[in-house]
């Protein structure tokens, strides 16, 4: 059925397009801690992902065709990064145990009443009072709320990415090939 919808090098995209997503995520919210680059890095995967997909199935028209394959590849990758971020996150709220740099640990249940008494430790109480957080609880909501309108960010500036990489493809010429790239008997390429 998806034959219909979707070439199987559009599936495959949205495989790598998922693979793409682990190594970002854990580069840049594990190894080097800076999410921003996440969000700068998922257009730019979007378009990458979204002209592949396109590639790996060697279409260039028709053009709803080859948007078809470019979202729903920028659409798997946008979902993947999503849902890795907003994990990955998490994992530091609720695992937070409150040990800090130099030995000691703060006295404070794991999970987000720790990552609100080391942002009081830090002096960051009155910042947060400002925002209606005064307790683990109230970082946890706000937390939540907060992931929440990073995932979805993330899928749409992936899914806006796909749809220029196709966008892009479909525009481009198609190159004249002696021998296709990929050959399989009854593969109707319309």
Same mark, same amino acid.
Request: glycine share 14%; proline share 5%.
């Given at each position: ?7 199987? %090098?559009?599936?495959? *995209?949205? $495989?790598? %397009? ?6 970002? *995520?854990? *580069? ?13 890095? *998922? ?7 979204? =002209? ?6 060697? @279409? $260039? ?6 948007? #078809? ?40 249940? /794991?999970?987000?009443?720790? /990552? ?17 957080? /005064?307790?683990? @609880?109230?970082?946890? #909501? #706000?937390? $939540?709320?907060?992931?929440?309108? /990073?995932?979805? %960010? ?13 966008? =892009?493809?479909?525009?481009? #010429? ?14 109707? @390429?319309?």
């Amino acid at each position: 059925m998806t034959d219909r919808f979707l070439d199987p %090098g559009a599936i495959f *995209a949205g $495989w790598v %397009g998922l693979g793409m997503a682990l190594v970002l *995520a854990i *580069a840049f919210e594990l190894i080097i801690p800076v999410q921003t680059v996440v969000f700068l890095l *998922a257009p730019l995967m979007g378009v990458l992902i979204g =002209a592949y997909a396109n590639v790996r199935a060697e @279409r $260039w028209r028709p053009r709803a065709r080859v948007l #078809a394959n470019a979202v729903y590849a920028g659409m798997v990758t946008g979902i993947g990064i999503s849902v890795l971020y907003v994990a990955i996150r998490l994992v530091f709220l609720y695992g937070d145990g409150g040990s800090l740099p130099d030995g000691t640990s703060l006295t404070c249940p /794991t999970g987000p009443a720790c /990552t609100y008494a080391r942002y009081v430790d830090a002096g960051q109480a009155d910042e947060l009072a400002e925002l209606g957080i /005064t307790d683990g @609880r109230t970082l946890e #909501a #706000a937390a $939540w709320r907060e992931l929440m309108t /990073t995932g979805a %960010g993330l899928i749409i500036l992936t899914g806006v990415g796909g749809v220029v990489g196709g966008v =892009a493809r479909s525009l481009s #010429a198609p190159r004249v090939r002696e021998t296709p790239l990929l050959t399989k008997p009854g593969w109707d @390429r319309t």
